[in-house]
């Protein structure tokens, strides 16, 4: 078993190393932090450290990192406003085959069907129903 101060070092470069990452849970993951940290201060005076050398130790590395969690912040900000618009469950279309909206979308979420007509095995992978009219008929 790691001795504690060893511990403590561990949990607060893990919570370092996550605060600036750009993901949903970001301002939970920042609050558990600073609750850590408030906590490791308290602890350590409470063990017979000074209380205002805890206090003020662990205000200087909340504020050392506070930076790096709003850059991060807002870095998943971002990421989430250019994502808004995308279809993650939508088949990827190659560049430059598009064809007009009418003849692409014979089935709601396979707008790709039609850059499979030359592939008859692959298509009927994809389990939809009506493949085999679908590939007699070219668009």
């Known amino acids: 078993m790691p001795p504690p101060l060893l ?11 996550a605060i600036v ?3 949903h849970s970001l301002e939970l993951i ?3 932090y600073e609750t850590f940290e408030n906590t490791t201060a308290a602890a350590t005076s409470s063990t017979g ?14 504020s050392e990192q506070r930076p790096r ?3 991060a912040r807002m870095a998943y900000r971002e990421r989430k406003r250019k994502m808004e618009g995308i279809d993650t469950a939508a088949l990827p279309v190659p560049p430059g085959r598009f064809k007009p909206a009418g003849l692409c979308c014979a ?10 007509e030359g592939f008859p095995a692959q298509i009927m992978l994809l389990h939809v129903p ?3 009219a679908y590939v007699g008929t070219k668009g």
Request: net charge positive; proline share 6%; glycine share 2%.
């Open 49 to 62: 450290g000074s209380a205002a050398t805890a206090k003020t130790f662990s205000t200087r590395v909340l």
């Open 7 to 17: 511990l403590l070092l561990l949990n607060r470069r893990t919570y370092q190393r």
């Open 107 to 116: 089935f709601p979420n396979r707008c790709c069907l039609w850059f499979w």
């Open 30 to 32: 920042w609050k558990n």
């Open 69 to 71: 969690f709003q850059a």
């Open 21 to 23: 990452v750009p993901t």
């Open 130 to 132: 009506d493949i085999p």
